[in-house]
Structures are given as C-alpha cells and as structure tokens.
C-alpha cells in the first residue's frame, strides 16, 4: 500500500484537499488558456481636437461667356465677303459680313419709282384741282348776276371736291409706298452686317459664296463673346439642390494647370434656377421631361467669374464645390470613427483606465468626411477611430 494511500485511509479529509487542488490546478490553468487562445482587440485613437471644417456640395458645371451674341442674316442672298474669322477681335459697328444686295437694291429702285410715278400724278391732280377751283368761282360770281344756271354752279363744286379726294388718296398712297420703301431699304442695309457689341469671334458658322434662306427662320452666321467674363453653368443633382442659395460661396478649377497644379477661382452664387433644363437636341430644346427613374434630375445654378487674364475659354468644364456652411476652431472628428443608429451617433471613447465606452454625441457640420460635434466629447479625449482583432498564439506554450 503506498504512503498516499495509507495517508488518504488514515485522514478522510485528505482526499478531499486532493481534490480540491486539482480542480483549482485545472480552473486556473483553464484561465490561462483561455486568456492566451481567446481573440486579442487592439484599438487605434486620436486625440479630439478643434479645427475648421466646410461642409460642400460638389458638382460639374460648363463655362459660357457672360455677354454674348449670335448675328444673323435678316434677308437671303449669297454671302459675297466675310471679313472675319473665330479669334478676331471686332469693335462694335465694325463691318462683319456682305450678302449680294443686287435683289434687294431691285427691290428699291422699283420702289423709288413707284413713289416718283404716284408723285407726278399728285402733281397733275393738284392742277386740275386747280382748274376746278377757278371754274367753281367763276360759276359762282355768273350765279351773283344770274348769268348761268343752278345746276352749273353745282357740278363746278363736285369737281373741285372731286378733285381733292384724288389728292388726299394719291398722298396716301405715296405715304404708303414710302413707309414700304423705308423697309425695303432697310432690308438693303441689312445685306452689310455689322458687329453689334464689341468682343472676340467664337465661331463662325457661314462661308464666302454660301447662299443664306432668311425666308422661315433666321440663319446664324457667327457668335460674338465678351470674354473679359465668364458664366459657370452648373448642374446640381435634385438630392443636393436644396442647399444650395443664391449668395453662397463657390470655387471651381478646370482640368490642368500650371506644372498640373489646378487653379482654383472664388466667386459666389448668382442664381438657382427654378426648372431643371429641358433635355436638348442639337440648338432645338424639348419640352418632354425625363421618365420617372431612367435619368437623374439636376437643376441648373449659375455664377460668374471674372476672365480679364484670359485663363478661362468657352465649353471648359469646371469641377465645382459649393460652401453650404463653414465653421472654425470647433471639435471636429472623422465620420468614420462614429456609430450611427436610428439617426443618433455614438462615439467610441477610451478611457483613462484601458476601457472602451459609447458616448452619444450631437453633431453639427459636416463635410464628406468629418462632423462638427456639438455635445458628447471634449477637447484632448482619446476617440477609438478603428479596432484591429488578432489571434492568440501558442508560442508561450512552446517546450
């Protein structure tokens, strides 16, 4: 019999601290593997701290000159000379384009002549207005002495006004023909075009000995722009457009730049325009609307800039943010690092012990990336922005 044996039968109480010991021995060794094999949270803070933040609305927009003008042909006729070219500086009244006036100078010298034909007749009626009026005096001194009859007299008088009324209409008519010829010569002017406003040739849509049809519709020959300003219009999605307000702070860069640093231009919101634009076709515009859920709607914001460098041209595309609100030295923290539910944001604090606890928080501006926080942290607190879990080892098992 062995000595634990005989000690075990000779003291009852013995077998029970055996016992004892290896459930302790087994319950602590069981602590510690599963300290060392359960899952390991490393956590990754910052210190929450105050700066600016701006919360924006980004979007595409499309350069137009500020000023412009489309000059087109008010008569038809081939285009005998065109002065100009896209690029050519013009001052205004500056002549531009000459169509074949040979129609239209037709047109005024038959005109011309008309009036001088209805002007020769006016003559020869005011001389037999004439004549009846000295006849109607003579019938009626003959009619003192009683030397010719009643019914004379009476004819001599309605020939006199006779021939009055054939004045008055024959002025008429000329009064008529020489508005008409005013307009004719006017279109005869309109055979020389000349510059409108003052500014630099974007396109030029015609050509020397091309024939122009002003009959149905007015044919654009060139564009003028006043450059020295700039138009960005802007396309915001519907979800955004809310935001955005007359007044606001803008700032766009276009592709490029100098050495690939984008430059970037300031200038504030003008207007938002209350229709989203109609879809085009060509110079048409069509006023059927997008089917519900094949095209996103985007409303149309405009706001200038000024272009005396020249930087800026027509038809660059601008890539544009929009200033909704803008605050300084305020708590600011990533959006990452909180927890949003049911509207509510929570924020992951580690305190001055090694524990992780939820705080909520109220958020004010937010950018794409941060939040203002209004309530819930305080400057200098440790913000958990990310956790990291890594498996235990075994290496502190190893023989």
Do not use: C
């Amino acid at each position: 019999m062995s000595l634990s044996s005989t000690f075990a039968n000779s003291h009852p109480g013995g077998r029970r601290w055996i016992v004892f010991a290896v459930i302790a021995v087994a319950l602590v060794l069981g602590l510690v593997l599963w300290r060392h094999f359960m899952p390991r949270v490393s956590y990754e803070t910052a210190a929450v701290k105050r700066g600016d933040i701006q919360a924006t609305v980004h979007a595409v927009g499309t350069l137009q000159p500020r000023r412009y003008v489309d000059v087109g042909a008010q008569v038809s006729g081939q285009v005998t000379r065109l002065h100009v070219q896209p690029g050519d500086i013009v001052e205004q009244g500056q002549l531009l384009v000459e169509i074949d006036p040979s129609v239209q100078q037709a047109v005024v010298d038959a005109g011309r002549a008309a009036i001088a034909g209805l002007r020769a007749q006016l003559a020869e009626q005011q001389a037999r207005h004439k004549l009846a009026r000295l006849q109607y005096a003579r019938q009626q001194r003959l009619a003192a002495r009683q030397a010719t009859r009643a019914e004379d007299v009476d004819a001599a008088q309605a020939e006199q006004a006779s021939a009055s009324a054939r004045m008055d209409y024959l002025r008429a008519q000329i009064a008529q023909m020489q508005a008409s010829q005013r307009a004719e010569e006017a279109r005869l002017g309109y055979t020389q075009i000349y510059a409108p406003m003052a500014g630099t040739v974007v396109s030029v849509e015609a050509r020397e000995g091309q024939t122009l049809n002003a009959t149905y519709q007015t044919p654009n020959i060139l564009r003028i722009a006043d450059l020295s300003g700039m138009t960005v219009w802007t396309e915001v999605s519907e979800a955004d457009v809310r935001r955005v307000k007359a007044g606001l702070p803008v700032s766009f860069t276009t592709l490029g730049g100098v050495e690939d640093v984008p430059r970037k231009w300031q200038s504030t919101v003008r207007q938002v325009l209350p229709a989203p634009p109609s879809s085009t076709s060509g110079e048409a515009a069509s006023t059927s609307a997008p089917a519900a859920g094949t095209k996103a709607v985007t409303y149309t914001v405009l706001f200038d800039v000024d272009n005396h460098d020249g930087e800026l041209m027509p038809q660059m595309t601008a890539q544009v943010s929009f200033v909704t609100a803008q605050v300084g030295q305020v708590i600011v923290v990533p959006l990452a690092a909180l927890l949003s539910a049911d509207g509510k944001y929570m924020a992951r604090v580690m305190a001055s012990d090694g524990t992780v606890r939820s705080r909520p928080v109220r958020l004010g501006v937010r950018s794409r990336l941060d939040a203002e926080v209004l309530d819930g942290l305080a400057e200098g607190e440790s913000l958990v922005i990310a956790e990291q879990v890594r498996e235990a080892g075994l290496s502190w098992l190893q023989w």
